[in-house]
């Protein structure tokens, strides 16, 4: 159906009034081979949908609502529509992420208000039957001195705020509030079990991560620290943290916050969104993948990028506070993004991904 709207479709997540955005929901783009991009539209109303993720085989596409504490799946209809597929299901506070299991049997969602870590299965059809809530999670540096919730100033608290889908079936959660990454097995009838899990270093706020496929290797971006970490599988299967470096080539300012991290088709190239300074980072993969040498800064093209998607040799990038989504093209040879080819005007853009 995509090729029919003269482009790549692309969904796009959004906040809307009720999270003191300016969207109406998911939005529809166009991006065509030349890089530049159009607003089809808004494909439905949503309340806040902050995060997506789309069915690996099916036209659906899965969204939270942030401040409304759902998530809920949609349905493809027509050319660039979407419709709900069931009723919205609950979740927890400020649910902020969600992902995909690749064979389709439960989708996952951090809760960035509350620590929840939710699994929900799904049927052929791509629809939501059930919810399994994981374990909490317990704080590894419990009395330590200093140590506070970024966030509020207050006592630190569990903050969930992403999912990852690790090649050998497992999943992998970040826990931004404890500086905690967790690793989960899953079972049918009660969802995610603990397998183990990873501390970093106090203060270090771990957001998003992306596995590198040759080195089973996962780089984790801290959003506090503006760092990534390289997490690498000893020969028991468990991960420990092999090294952190900076998540930028210049170095953080005053007012910084990491968001997300994105490997390119190549596996070559990490690309960073650092808000604040409002840039995209290029980071080198060096090492068959078990270390990044960053190469880069760039300026983003708007203010407060929030989520940014590599295609066809193009980067995307969401402006939550300036309303845009930014184009560039990247060089093939250093995979620098170059000047900024297009802007287009978006209600407070939050999530890209291209539909299927």
């Known amino acids: 159906m995509a090729e ?3 482009g790549t479709l692309i969904w796009a997540g959004a906040y809307t009034a009720d999270s003191d955005g300016h969207g109406m929901g998911i939005g529809a783009v166009a991006a065509r081979e030349d890089g530049s991009l159009s607003l089809l539209g808004t494909a439905v109303e949503a309340p806040s949908p902050s995060f997506l993720a789309v069915h690996p085989t099916l036209p659906v596409v899965y969204a939270v609502a942030e401040a409304a504490r759902t998530v809920r799946a949609y349905r493809r209809t027509g050319l660039f529509g979407l419709g709900p597929l069931g009723e919205a299901w609950p979740a927890g506070a400020a649910a902020c992420h969600v992902a995909v299991d690749p064979s389709a049997r439960f989708i996952v969602v951090a809760c960035w208000g509350d620590g929840n870590v939710l699994l929900y299965g799904l049927d052929d059809d791509g629809g939501i039957t059930s919810r399994f809530a994981a374990p909490p999670a317990k704080d590894p540096h419990a009395g330590v001195d200093g140590g506070i919730d970024i966030a509020t100033g207050g006592p630190r608290v569990s903050r969930a705020h992403a999912s990852l889908m690790l090649e050998d ?54 959003e506090y620290s503006i760092e990534v970490a390289v997490l690498l599988p000893g020969a028991d299967g468990r991960f420990m943290l092999h090294r952190r470096g900076p998540a930028t080539a210049g170095g953080s300012a005053d007012g910084d916050a990491a968001a997300e991290i994105v490997l390119s088709p190549d596996n070559r190239y990490v690309y960073t969104g650092i808000r604040g300074s409002n840039r995209i980072s290029v980071l080198a993969v060096e090492g068959s993948g078990t ?4 190469v880069a800064d760039v300026p983003s093209g708007g203010d407060w990028p929030r989520h940014h998607m590599v295609r066809d040799g193009w980067l995307h990038v969401a402006h939550e506070r300036s309303n845009q989504v930014t184009s560039f093209a990247l060089d093939p040879a250093t995979g620098i993004p170059g000047e900024v080819l297009d802007q287009l005007n978006v209600g407070s853009p939050t999530a890209l991904v291209v539909a299927s």
């Open 169 to 222: 079936g497992r999943i992998m959660t970040t826990d931004l509030g404890f500086d905690l990454v967790r690793v989960w097995n899953y079972f049918p009838d009660t969802g995610l079990l603990p397998d183990h899990q990873v501390a970093l270093p106090m203060g270090s706020g771990p957001r998003h991560l992306v596995q590198h496929p040759s080195a089973d290797a996962v780089f984790v971006v801290t």
């Open 4 to 6: 029919n709207i003269d």
């Open 291 to 294: 270390r990044l040498r960053p």
